[in-house]
């Protein structure tokens, strides 16, 4: 029991939480905004009944990876057209390739919705989904931002009750400002807007980094994986330029409201 509770498996356990805090963060926007599309009344319950089953998920994809990491970096399939595509696939390179083809795929679909909507403050009765399959995409997407994040605890410790509890405290922890978050997109669209641009962005992110697992070339050019310091100086210049443009904008409207009031 003393060796479970070693100094080195709580420095361990803490620097997990704070490894899941800052990779769950594009988790934690895709689970506001997808919560977003049901009905008032049934938001809270979307959000807290999807957290929670994707926490339990989490917990036996955790047993599943650790029986079958060996595995997982092992070629599944190789795939070549002369001077054009050539990779060498496993499985972890597909979940990457797949998830952030999806991700992809959903951020720009809900991107196209904004622009095409007439009425911004109906946007969402006009784009209402079913709880259970709210639900469902949550969970479903949640696994998907998770399995890097598990790799990498991984690669840190292999003492289960560790990751295990990283696990259900960033759990946790994503429920209790899971509400917060929601609160703060419905007074602020425009953020939703951001959000969406960096889920794609995320897309971008597996997307290259399952490339770079499978050593895939492109017109005999390597794909590189998009570094995540690259990644978060995008989303800091994203949302440093928006907040400025609303503002400068804002300038604009005020100066025009008050020269109109002076010509009236």
Request: without cysteine; proline residues 1%; hydrophobic residues 60%.
């Amino acid at each position: 029991m003393e060796s479970l509770l070693s100094l080195e498996n709580l420095f361990t356990l803490m620097m997990l939480i704070l490894l899941q805090a800052v990779l769950g963060f594009d988790n934690l926007l895709y689970i506001s905004i997808e919560s977003g599309r049901v009905t008032p009344a049934r938001q809270k319950y979307v959000r807290w009944v999807g957290i929670i089953l994707a926490i339990i998920l989490r917990l036996i994809l955790m047993v599943v990876v650790l029986g079958l990491i060996n595995s997982l970096t092992k070629p599944l399939f190789a795939a070549t057209i002369d001077g054009i595509f050539e990779a060498s696939f496993t499985f972890h390179s597909l979940v990457s390739l797949a998830g952030g083809g999806f991700i992809m795929y959903t951020a720009t679909k809900e991107i196209m919705h904004l622009l095409a909507v007439e009425h911004v403050e109906n946007l969402d009765e006009d784009h209402e989904k079913s709880v259970p399959v709210a639900i469902a995409t949550i969970v479903f997407m949640n696994l998907i931002f998770s399995f890097d994040s598990l790799l990498s605890a991984i690669a840190l410790t292999h003492v289960v009750w560790v990751i295990a509890a990283a696990i259900i405290i960033s759990g946790l922890m994503m429920i209790a400002l899971a509400d917060q978050v929601s609160v703060f997109l419905k007074k602020n669209r425009m953020f939703e807007v951001i959000g969406l641009f960096i889920l794609f962005i995320v897309g971008v992110l597996l997307i290259s980094e399952g490339g770079h697992l499978a050593h895939m070339m492109l017109f005999g050019f390597e794909v590189v994986a998009m570094s995540k310091a690259s990644f978060y100086f995008v989303i800091f210049v994203m949302v440093v330029v928006s907040t400025v443009q609303s503002r400068y904008r804002n300038k604009l409207e005020k100066l025009r409201a008050k020269e109109h009031g002076q010509t009236a």
